[in-house]
């Protein structure tokens, strides 16, 4: 186990359905990520916080919203989705976002989420 | 060029045999490198940390030329068990947040 726990595992929505994927960490670490993995696509980055502040809005569409309470929980909230957004969202945390190591990424499980 | 690049192979390999992945990277001023392991519906999980002079973790050797900006893996008496996609990793730095950018990911299959 690495830490870091993701609900649900699978997600199945409509274009017109709202839904949030949770992401929580027990490593005590201060960053947290949101990626997306699509087929034969190497991982992109979507949204990072620090401390628990958005340090990056990786030129995602408004219709992933993320939300991050506290150092520990990172949401990624969901609404009027298309197809080609289904993938896998997978959130990772690290101590710090660079320095000595501390960038060390460790992901959770992932969610997959097919959007008809 | 692509912020880093690897060979998807896949690259089929008989168990035993030796195998080597190579990885270009294109931001000079990176400082920290990494490979990941990613298992087929699974997570990527950190395989080893790269350092300048090169390391070894068991069958695994990693080495860096920052002249070249290239990173590669050699894995060595390959198992079954080294089936998986392995990442090549590399810290994203300058401008707003930090952070790591992946490559695509290098496809190995070891054969019985």
């Known amino acids: 186990e690495t830490g870091v726990t993701q609900t649900p595992r699978h997600l199945v929505m409509g274009m017109t359905n709202k839904k949030s994927l949770k992401c929580e960490q027990h490593?005590?670490?201060?960053?947290m990520y949101w990626y997306k993995q699509s087929a034969k696509k190497p991982l992109e980055l979507m949204f990072v916080y620090n401390f628990k502040e958005q340090t990056e809005n990786n030129s995602v569409p408004s219709r992933f919203s993320p939300e991050c309470p506290n150092s520990s929980h990172l949401f990624l909230h969901l609404h009027t989705l298309q197809p080609e957004d289904s993938a896998l969202y997978l959130c990772?945390?690290?101590?710090?976002?660079?320095?000595?190591?501390?960038?060390?990424?460790?992901f959770g499980p992932g969610t997959r989420l097919l959007v008809l | 060029r692509k912020e880093v690049e690897q060979d998807p192979g896949p690259f089929n390999v008989p168990e035993g045999a030796t195998v080597a992945f190579n990885c270009t990277y294109s931001?000079?001023?990176?400082?920290?490198f990494f490979w990941y392991r990613q298992d087929c519906r699974k997570e990527p999980k950190l395989l080893m940390s790269?350092?300048?002079s090169g390391n070894e973790d068991g069958r695994f050797t990693a080495q860096l030329n920052r002249a070249s900006q290239y990173i590669s893996l050699l894995i060595r008496d390959s198992k079954l068990s080294d089936s998986a996609t392995y990442l090549c990793v590399v810290e994203r730095t300058g401008g707003g947040a930090d952070g790591l950018t992946f490559g695509k990911g290098t496809h190995l299959i070891i054969q019985p």
């Open positions: 931001n000079s001023a990176s400082q920290s």
């Open positions: 490593l005590g670490h201060n960053a």
């Open positions: 790269v350092y300048s």
């Open positions: 990772a945390s690290s101590r710090a976002l660079a320095g000595g190591g501390q960038e060390t990424q460790y």
